[in-house]
């Protein structure tokens, strides 16, 4: 039986029986793991237990996933003999990555609330105007004119008029024929780097920064720049010198979070935006500016595009965050001259976006339905904050940050890859600090979501996880 010890997790010891199992050919190649229910049934474990031994196994090249089918031991000739004995491999420390990390947004078979989740729970979302707004747009003889032939490339009409006086709002001035939709945020994100960039190209990136965004962009081949956020901004001085760089090494991008940035909270001071502005001028590189919070955030807050007009920079925002996860609507606003490209790039991916549910996010919008619901996640989110910092300040914990927005950057005083193991036994998700970084180093941070993370019994279980580690 696997057994509790602080020497070594849950996780690790399933990995090791696997491992060991299939290194001395009792799991033959071929041979499909048991599901992750199964597995977690049959060992008396998590499921997040399963998935995250699953996923070390992978990364030994013992296993490969298969699509919609599960996990499948690998042939002995297509895997690299390890180096290390099964032992030492079995206790080598396993981070947890982006893709563990999503996968585990799929994998929700814990009751318990999840402080590393991206998004906040599905009971803060849930609403009657947007099933509403559905319902308005597939009852009718629109349904009919929607389904029927492919959409607008662009996006839809109504929806694009929508989102261009929505962004007046904010200050960001772009007409409809400055808009594009996206199957969600990050798809609107793919869509410029695989306009304006080509594989080994450098890309400076805020960090820490989001995971997701630094696994997209090395799977695409590019070559990350990181850059220190600060509370102000970016660090300019960091920025200067990669600009600097000889014929070749000059970055062409940037990718930022000016609002409530990820994982600090951090939001862009004006005099730093200035700069910023001004660098990008003199070094002819562009900025793309993720606004994926601007839902939790102030109107008045500082934001490149408002000062820019959009003209080296390009707007990204969507709505998964805040009202329908599964929508999956994003959008980006762009200067006219680099419309064309980045229309054409969203052709040759998916053609057009479903425009039903496009319609249906411009009726919400227009309505002003969906600023009421801002309203109150605004508010429920205020108090979950306050809730939140204490319990974490109780267990010992410091923030990083000034606590604002949806996440939490909070120092544990311990190696949080190693946490990630252990709470992932008791059923918790976390998210590591390294995980936040390019290159991964140890790190004693880690970011939780305010909304998941007002569970006491979560911060019993941490400080008791955490000590083991002291």
Same mark, same amino acid.
């Given at each position: ?24 050919? $009792? ?50 000739? /297509? ?53 509403? /707004? ?61 306009? %304006?960039?080509? /594989? ?52 062409? $991008? ?13 939001? %862009? ?29 102030? =109107?008045? /807050?500082?934001? %490149?595009?408002?000062? =820019? ?13 805040? %009202? ?63 809730? !939140? ?35 992932? =036994? ?16 140890? =790190? !004693? ?26």
């Amino acid at each position: 039986m696997l057994t509790r010890t602080a020497g070594l997790s849950l996780t690790d010891q399933l990995s090791a029986r696997f491992a060991e199992r299939i290194r001395g050919r $009792l799991l033959a190649p071929g041979a499909r793991l048991p599901s992750v229910r199964e597995c977690a049934r049959q060992h008396g474990v998590s499921p997040h237990t399963v998935v995250a031994a699953y996923d070390q196994l992978q990364a030994q090249g013992l296993v490969e996933a298969r699509r919609q089918r599960g996990f499948f031991v690998r042939d002995a000739a /297509a895997r690299a003999e390890p180096s290390l004995s099964s032992a030492a491999a079995a206790a080598a420390p396993v981070q947890a990555d982006a893709s563990s990390l999503i996968r585990s947004m799929f994998h929700r078979h814990s009751a318990k609330p999840q402080p590393g989740m991206g998004v906040f729970p599905p009971d803060w979302l849930d609403n009657t105007f947007a099933p509403a /707004a559905l319902r308005r747009v597939i009852g009718g003889p629109t349904l009919q004119e929607l389904s029927l032939q492919y959409g607008e490339p662009a996006g839809d009409a109504v929806l694009r008029r929508s989102l261009s006086q929505k962004l007046m709002g904010i200050n960001v001035a772009a007409g409809p024929d400055q808009i594009i939709t996206t199957v969600g945020a990050t798809h609107a994100l793919d869509i410029v780097s695989r306009t %304006l960039l080509r /594989a080994g190209d450098p890309v400076m990136v805020e960090e820490p920064g989001w995971a997701i965004e630094f696994a997209r962009l090395e799977a695409l081949g590019m070559r990350i720049l990181p850059v220190p956020r600060r509370p102000d901004g970016p660090d300019l001085d960091v920025m200067a010198r990669y600009c600097e760089a000889g014929e070749g090494h000059r970055p062409k $991008l940037f990718v930022s979070v000016s609002v409530l940035h990820n994982p600090t909270g951090y939001s %862009l001071a004006p005099g730093s935006a200035h700069r910023l502005l001004q660098l990008a001028s003199r070094h002819d590189f562009h900025i793309v500016e993720d606004d994926t919070y601007s839902h939790l955030a102030p =109107d008045h /807050a500082t934001r %490149l595009c408002a000062l =820019d007009g959009l003209q080296r920079t390009i707007y990204v925002s969507g709505f998964a965050k805040i %009202l329908a996860p599964n929508w999956r609507i994003g959008y980006l606003a762009a200067p006219p001259s680099l419309y064309p490209r980045l229309l054409e790039t969203k052709l040759l991916a998916t053609l057009t976006t479903p425009a039903i549910f496009e319609r249906a996010l411009a009726w919400c919008i227009d309505q002003g339905q969906l600023r009421r619901h801002c309203e109150r996640i605004r508010a429920r989110l205020d108090a979950a904050r306050s809730r !939140t910092v204490k319990l974490a300040l109780a267990a010992g914990c410091t923030f990083a940050s000034e606590p604002a927005g949806l996440f939490g950057w909070v120092d544990t005083g311990v190696d949080t890859d190693a946490l990630t193991q252990r709470l992932l =036994d008791e059923g918790y998700l976390i998210a590591p600090g390294s995980l936040f970084h390019a290159r991964r180093p140890p =790190d !004693t941070r880690m970011r939780v979501n305010f909304a998941s993370a007002q569970d006491a019994q979560f911060w019993k279980a941490f400080a008791r996880l955490r000590d083991t580690l002291r």
